[in-house]
């Protein structure tokens, strides 16, 4: 079975940085791909998504704050996290739609494959 493979992320003070990975297999380079997080009680939430042209989408809790990137090259996902706070504190998962195009990219059922998560923690 595909996975993705992540890295990155751990413990930060408020308003540390942190950047987390992603290593995908060089077919899923042109594939529409996504940061998704869970923290405890709560459910999986769409945090930032790229398409196959870079253009990228942000949920308004993290816009200005994160940055969704990929390097093709090293068939890699970034997210790079900038000024945390503790509220961003959450597993955090990559996932691959499998396709060039969805209509919902923070619709987890849009995304076929995942990576094995990574934990962040934010503390005051």
């Known amino acids: 079975q595909v996975r993705l493979v992540q890295s990155g992320g751990g413990s930060v003070q408020a308003g540390g940085s942190l950047r987390l990975s992603c290593l995908m297999p060089?077919?899923?380079?042109?594939?529409?791909m996504g940061w998704f997080r869970q923290a405890p009680g709560k459910e999986r939430e769409g945090v930032a998504s790229?398409?196959?042209?870079?253009?990228?989408n942000y949920a308004d809790s993290i816009k200005g704050r994160f940055s969704i990137s990929k390097d093709n090259a090293k068939n890699t996902l970034f997210l790079l996290m900038d000024s945390l706070k503790i509220e961003d504190t959450a597993m955090y998962y990559c996932?691959?739609?499998?396709?060039?195009?969805?209509?919902?990219?923070?619709?987890?059922?849009?995304?076929?494959?995942w990576g094995q998560g990574t934990q962040v923690t934010v503390s005051s």
């Open positions: 996932a691959a739609a499998g396709r060039q195009w969805i209509n919902y990219p923070f619709r987890d059922s849009e995304y076929n494959t």
């Open positions: 060089q077919y899923y380079s042109n594939h529409y």
């Open positions: 790229i398409d196959t042209y870079n253009n990228t």
